[in-house]
């Protein structure tokens, strides 16, 4: 583990990531794209999206978040706080959170919003029964856990940092041909302020909703961290919670417009879609370096 303050990606990848014993190893093992990308290996390989912000917090926790820490020497008993987004399976694991938290000997924090709460209070009452297909009591639920629901906009101390929640434009049932448009679940985005510097994690996100980019303008970012998901991947908006690079593109200059970027900020893509991240990582990030823009890889530090 390094010493001092700094970031470093446990893991850039979107729905379809690489981790050994994974969810998504039957799912994409006919996938060229998936495959080839495991065949390149190195930075081409990408676990669920996480984050580490030392000394001990982590943004998402998914299936392989425990291994990640292993790999690059981070020890389990300096974390002390779970920060989470939202409660796709790839940022909100509780089947990989529960085992981790029972091996602490401190209880692990975890902050999210209301499904994150209701989620981990049904997962400590109930579990699966594969032969009977059906839900029964837990027996053994995991009790170091402390859940705190936080608030859009509403500022809260987290260890050394000071974050606060705003809402991104993902997990949006639309059908807009009959302007039917239901919000299924709070997904978060957060500002994350520490020793005069501000940090935006802004994965799992759409184009920025106009209330979200209004909040936001307060701000001078250091270092921006964007969902890219679809890299150059043509796509229709109205059906996606993700960005491709067009997008983004779109997104950054309403965030210089509202003088929110720097010319020393860092703005780093990361939640890549390996099933559609064409071409490989290398070329990628070598393309976009000349824009000014670090493509994320799985062990990428920061200072922060």
Same mark, same amino acid.
């Given at each position: ?23 998504? @190893? ?24 996480? +984050? ?55 209880? $692990? ?35 170091? +856990? ?41 997904? +978060? ?36 961290? $964007? ?20 997008? +983004? ?32 990582? @290398? ?11 670090? $493509? ?9």
């Amino acid at each position: 583990m390094k010493q001092g303050k700094y970031i470093q990606f446990l893991g850039t990848g979107g729905g379809d990531y690489h981790a050994p014993g994974s969810v998504n @190893e039957a799912a994409y093992k006919d996938d060229p794209k998936y495959m080839e990308a495991l065949r390149l290996g190195g930075k081409n390989i990408r676990s669920s999206a996480s +984050l580490f912000i030392a000394p001990d917090i982590i943004v998402d926790f998914g299936e392989g978040a425990r291994a990640r820490l292993q790999e690059y020497g981070i020890p389990e008993r300096a974390v002390r706080h779970l920060l989470i987004t939202h409660g796709h399976y790839d940022h909100f694991f509780p089947a990989a959170i529960f085992p981790f938290a029972a091996a602490l000997d401190h209880p $692990l924090r975890v902050y999210g919003n209301t499904m994150i709460r209701d989620a981990i209070a049904f997962a400590q009452t109930y579990r699966w029964d594969n032969t009977r297909k059906r839900h029964i009591l837990n027996s053994r639920p995991v009790t170091n +856990l402390r859940v705190k629901t936080v608030v859009l906009e509403k500022p809260f101390r987290l260890s050394s940092l000071r974050v606060t929640p705003v809402l991104a434009a993902h997990f949006i049932n639309r059908q807009m041909d009959k302007e039917y448009t239901i919000l299924e679940q709070q997904a +978060l985005n957060y500002i994350i302020e520490r020793d005069g510097k501000t940090l935006f994690y802004g994965l799992d996100c759409s184009y920025t909703l106009p209330k979200t980019l209004e909040f936001m303008a307060r701000y001078r970012f250091d270092i921006m961290i $964007l969902d890219a998901s679809y890299c150059d991947l043509a796509v229709d908006p109205t059906g996606t919670g993700h960005h491709n690079y067009a997008m +983004l593109a779109e997104d950054l200059a309403e965030y210089r417009g509202a003088n929110m970027i720097k010319p020393e900020t860092i703005l780093v893509y990361s939640h890549l879609s390996t099933s559609t991240m064409v071409p490989e990582h @290398e070329v990628a990030a070598e393309r976009l370096a000349k824009q000014g823009i670090t $493509l994320a890889y799985d062990g990428l530090t920061l200072n922060f």
